[in-house]
């Protein structure tokens, strides 16, 4: 089989890339391989669904550059394919008086990455969520977050790329790659050949970036995030994103508060981010890849040790997380009134993959896009990803070799 344009990955970073380069009318035949059964199946089909609105990313990094373009390409999509979304905004609140300082920094950083954004006072806050806290009797009002299906998004580009042509070939088991030749090798001795191929596989993308030579400076560190659901929602109106203000040494956001668009109007608490013990070990002892994970606890360890950018803060605050008596010790901190009876584990379980850079020895905090003469690796898409999608997409194109 031969096509122009490879795409490993059915993502929401290949879909959307897949999305544009048929828009730009840059190739006729691309094919997407997907390795699971059906697309949605890992960290596309299981984030929060935030739209993010660019507040937190460090001016002029990529996430930065890419995140509110993004955000407007793909509320567009919504809107002219009729999906569903809650454009329900979003306040950051100080959970202890000593993280206000942290805002004006937060505030400044919008401004600067063009985002919308203005201090409300503590009378404001309880105005959108009657029973939310601010620890200094400010916060932040971010008004173009909003919240989405991932899923239904997902499915409706699908559609959309086969329509146009696009071949989404699932179930596909990468055996062997020939960089020089330009050919991948499936299952029963099936092969593509290429032209060009973008390596978007997330959580596998840097282990297909080795098998062409390259990102061997980086290792990938998995984190599990897990979620609770409020089951009374009727005591709890929250009708808005309700996040902490985070640690920016480190790429999480802490546990925080999330509308969904169900018509029961689930509210979702989470997620945590603690080391998963393997790429899709969302439960109990499954996938566990247990010298990996040895040694990302070593790794982790000496970040720990050393207080890499503040790393034992990270400790300190949100491994205890993963235990529901310490996550309701730190969701209480943002609504006080919340009780054990009041939440319920929730089935949705993500995994970050997260980069390291061996060299600097640091968590990876931005996108990282690799350019070899006939492909590009795209590594790190971890959040924002999703919502930058198009827009990272048109990154990409622009950077390539095509």
Known sequence: MNTEILIIGSGMVGMSLAHQLKKKSIAEEITIIEKETDIGKHS??????????????????IKANVCIEGSKMLKAYIKDNELKINNCGKIISPQDIELDSQLDILYDRGKKNGAEISFINEKELN???SCARTASGRAL????TSVVNPKEILFNLEQD??????????????????KNDRKIYLRKKREISYKYLFNCAGAYSLKIAESFGIAKDYLLIPFKGIYWDIKDKNSFQIKT????????NVPFLG???TPTLGSDNTVTIGPTANLAFGLENYKGTNSIEYL???????????QFFMNKNGFRKYVYDQVPLVFEPFMLKSARKLIPNLKREHVTISNKVGIRAQLYDKKNKNLVDDFLCI???FSTHILNAISPAFTASFALANLIIRKSNL
């Open 44 to 61: 596309s089909g299981r984030n929060s669904g935030v739209i993010h609105a660019g507040i937190y990313y460090k001016p002029n990094s």
């Open 161 to 178: 790329l086969k329509n146009q042509g696009v071949k989404i070939l699932k179930n596909e088991k990468i055996i062997k790659i020939e």
């Open 241 to 248: 994103n309700l996040y902490p203000v985070p640690d920016i």
């Open 255 to 257: 546990v925080h508060f």
């Open 141 to 144: 009002w971010s008004p173009n």
């Open 127 to 129: 105005e959108k969520i």
């Open 292 to 302: 990996k994970t040895l040694r990302n606890i070593s790794i982790l360890s000496r």
């Open 371 to 373: 350019n070899d003469k």
